[in-house]
């Protein structure tokens, strides 16, 4: 084992100076010092991170990655769904080179500043009332687990400190960190290793409801009887309004999460919105919620949020949760983010939501779901595909059996596209300003790759 004083190896092959000739090469070699030094999401290191391809990207602009061997592909991804409106939009640009020129960062405790206070009038603003508190956070996982520390200490502060559990649905998914893993689904999800860490919550069937399928009574009846069986223990309910994200890809009918509603305020507990992935007009609506006309007590909101510029994240609650919360022996929320309220995210989000809401979005992600809907169709008589699905500006090819990254991968990139897929998901998650062109490559694409690397 190396002591900490004794001198460490140069790094191999510092960058040169000058662009090289051969740009393949450089990208190569990069990939090379990546493999060497870094440890990529979802992925392993070592000789077994030798067979997952890994691209080197030069450059962004609008909806394209210049990838450093010079190659260019269309962003079907949005960068994990956060770049709403592209790369390098000028407006985001000038917000963020305005910001950094007055102040980066400054701690927010006892501290305030006009680009967080801003920003939260605009969230409490566009979000569904009474929404009327912002704590902001450094990401999306960690706004779950604000949400989830709100619902507990609210429920000490109302005198039931026995309710410490959260109830929710299969399939769903809510962040990596500890509590956010505990409230996905612990089968089908990512995180089963670690079911020995986690907290035990409650989970309910996933409705079986899709989002154009009448909700009856008998399926919300497997929910509302868990809730009802264990209400003197759950603080709150947590789901995905309408679209489970990262764990199913799968919409589903807005009634369930309007009856939701009604099972929470009967039962005394709270619900939690997870708008991470849904929010900022992803679905068709505003927010998630807007489809079902309901309002959560708590709301999570982050990816679109600075426009894939910066990560920043917020948790909202209503003046009823927070008094709750601060009615609880603590006197106060026992939460607080290093970097949280960053000025410098606060301005570039300030700039993307305003930029969002002056934007004909609706009209943009309407075009967007028919051009996906009919681009993804043929996909549906290929043996290797199980179901089709689009909601919004989300597509979705869910094919029998998981698909070959090693192989699927570079074969979307040689037709042009970005799309990351996952199990037996192919999905796009594309900007709100890519054009109908750039959408019908997308959509042949995945079809394309779809066709060739399933049975």
């Not at 999905?427 to 060739?452: G, Q």
Request: proline share 7%; net charge negative.
């Amino acid at each position: 084992m190396q002591r900490i004083d004794e001198p460490r190896a140069a790094a191999p092959d510092a960058p040169a100076t000058t662009a090289p000739a051969d740009a393949a090469v450089a990208a190569a070699r990069l990939v090379e010092r990546d493999r060497a030094v870094l440890w990529h999401p979802y992925a392993p290191v070592g000789d077994a991170a030798a067979g997952a391809p890994l691209f080197p990207v030069a450059s962004a602009s609008g909806v394209r990655l210049t990838l450093a061997d010079g190659r260019e592909v269309i962003d079907g991804m949005s960068s994990w769904w956060a770049a709403i409106h592209g790369y390098r939009h000028p407006v985001l640009d000038a917000a963020a080179h305005a910001q950094i020129d007055t102040m980066a960062h400054v701690m927010f405790g006892g501290l305030t500043h006009e680009p967080a206070v801003r920003l939260a009038e605009t969230l409490v603003r566009v979000t569904p009332a009474p929404l009327s508190r912002v704590f902001f956070c450094d990401s999306g996982s960690v706004s779950v687990e604000v949400a989830i520390k709100m619902a507990l200490q609210y429920q000490i502060g109302r005198g039931r400190p026995g309710r410490t559990r959260l109830l929710t649905i299969r399939r769903g998914y809510h962040g990596d960190t500890s509590g956010a893993m505990a409230v996905c689904d612990p089968d089908t999800g990512m995180h089963h290793l670690f079911t020995g860490l986690l907290p035990r919550h409650l989970f309910a069937p996933a409705p079986a409801c899709g989002f154009t399928d009448e909700c009856t009574e008998a399926d919300v009846a497997p929910v509302a009887r868990l809730l009802a069986e264990h209400a003197h223990e759950v603080a709150a309910v947590i789901v995905e309004p309408v679209l489970q994200g990262a764990g199913a890809m799968r919409a589903y009918a807005p009634a369930f999460l309007a009856r939701l509603r009604q099972l929470c305020d009967e039962h005394e507990a709270l619900l939690i919105a997870d708008e991470i992935a849904t929010g900022f007009g992803r679905t068709g609506q505003l927010f998630g919620c807007g489809h079902a006309g309901v309002s959560p007590d708590i709301m999570c909101v982050g990816k679109a949020l600075t426009g894939g510029y910066l990560t920043m994240a917020a948790t909202l609650c209503t003046d009823e949760v927070a008094d709750g919360v601060c009615a609880s022996p603590a006197g106060a929320f026992m939460h607080g983010p290093t970097f949280m309220a960053n000025p410098l995210a606060a301005a570039v989000a300030n700039a993307s939501v305003e930029l969002l809401l002056s934007s004909p979005w609706q009209a943009a992600v309407r075009r967007i779901e028919a051009e996906l809907a009919a681009g993804l169709a043929p996909a549906a008589g290929l043996p290797g595909v199980a179901e089709v699905r689009t909601i919004g500006a989300v597509g979705v090819i869910e094919t029998r059996e998981p698909v070959d990254m090693a192989v699927i991968q570079p074969l979307l990139v040689d037709l042009g596209v970005w799309v990351r897929p996952f199990g037996r998901l192919v999905y796009t998650m594309p900007p709100f300003v890519t054009s109908s062109e750039d959408i019908a490559t997308i959509t042949a694409a995945m079809v394309e790759a779809v066709a060739r690397t399933t049975g």
